[in-house]
């Protein structure tokens, strides 16, 4: 079933990847028309979409593999170098862009066919934005970075062509008026962008190293797992400690030590371990639990009490 969730999500890769062909098409048309150099970098990071895409088209692939003796945990952490990979090309597009709009702000340009221009790189910005929030919706949903990361960069996309159209619309808006010489907005408009997906990629980066390291699980789902434990110590009498949680892509992985009263006989201890996993299984899409149990009357039992009940 797990196997079966993750190959369905290869499909919004190849929907991503379709927008990108799309919009890079438009944009670049619009660039030829309008000899902007805000426009340019519209494109410019359009391509770098699409190659984002496929390599998250590659990721979603290979997480979606079952776990083997090589990889006993599964394949999906290579998510987390997708994302990197997508972070790392986005700060690349951005100095691109950056580059470009220096050589223009020193020499100036005149904008042309600035009408037509705008109008498909209006067009191309919607189609970006209905797949950047499928995208964003389905890597929440399933807890899928790769998805979740492409369609962030979808929307930055998105804004980035709102703000070129802005200033290239007042560039128009000046030129209508008789005034002359502000071709120079173009440029500015072009670095500003640059700032905002070098803004992005950091962010991406620091979340990417963040699961490469392991982070636990959000606050709220382990409050999810707490709740559950809790009940089952006040009715079943039981105690637990050293809970661990941590992410790998769309895969979650959790463990904790349950403490038992010692005349408890084997059967009884995996019965009430059975129960704890089912029920905690029961609240997460994909999820790895390891559980230890051990005799609640044994001073060793609770060596990991320096450790709080959330595993820090």
Do not use: C
């Not at 702000?105 to 705008?118: E, K, S, V, Y």
């Amino acid at each position: 079933m797990e196997t079966q969730v993750s190959h369905s999500l290869t499909r919004y890769a190849w929907l991503s990847i379709a927008a990108a062909i799309a919009t890079i098409a438009l944009k670049s048309y619009a660039y030829w028309l309008t000899n902007s150099v805000g426009l340019l970098s519209d494109a410019l990071e359009s391509l770098i979409n699409l190659v984002a895409a496929i390599i998250a088209l590659i990721a979603l692939s290979i997480a979606a593999k079952p776990a083997d003796n090589s990889h006993p945990f599964g394949h999906e952490k290579i998510e987390f170098f997708s994302s990197g990979a997508e972070g790392i090309m986005i700060l690349l597009a951005a100095f691109s862009i950056a580059i470009v709009a220096w050589e223009r702000l020193q020499n100036p340009q005149a904008i042309q066919q600035i009408d037509i221009g705008l109008s498909i790189s209006v067009f191309a910005s919607l189609i970006n934005l209905g797949v950047a929030r499928i995208l964003i919706a389905a890597g929440k949903k399933h807890h899928s970075i790769t998805l979740e990361a492409d369609g962030k960069h979808l929307m930055t996309d998105v804004w980035t062509t709102a703000g070129i159209i802005i200033g290239i619309g007042a560039i128009a808006g000046l030129q209508f008026f008789g005034h002359e010489g502000w071709e120079i907005l173009d440029p500015i408009i072009a670095i500003l962008v640059a700032i905002n997906i070098l803004w992005v990629g950091i962010g991406l980066m620091r979340r990417t190293f963040a699961g490469l390291m392991d982070v636990a699980l959000s606050l709220e789902e382990q409050g999810r797992i707490i709740a559950i434990l809790d009940d089952f110590e006040l009715k079943q009498g039981i105690k637990y400690h050293a809970l661990r949680t941590r992410y790998a892509g769309t895969q979650r992985f959790m463990s904790v030590h349950i403490l038992v009263p010692g005349d408890w006989t084997i059967q009884q201890g995996h019965d009430l371990l059975e129960s704890i996993e089912t029920k905690i299984s029961n609240e997460f899409t994909k999820i790895d639990i390891d559980t230890h149990i051990e005799p609640i009357e044994d001073f060793t039992s609770w060596l990991h009490t320096h450790k709080n009940r959330l595993g820090e």
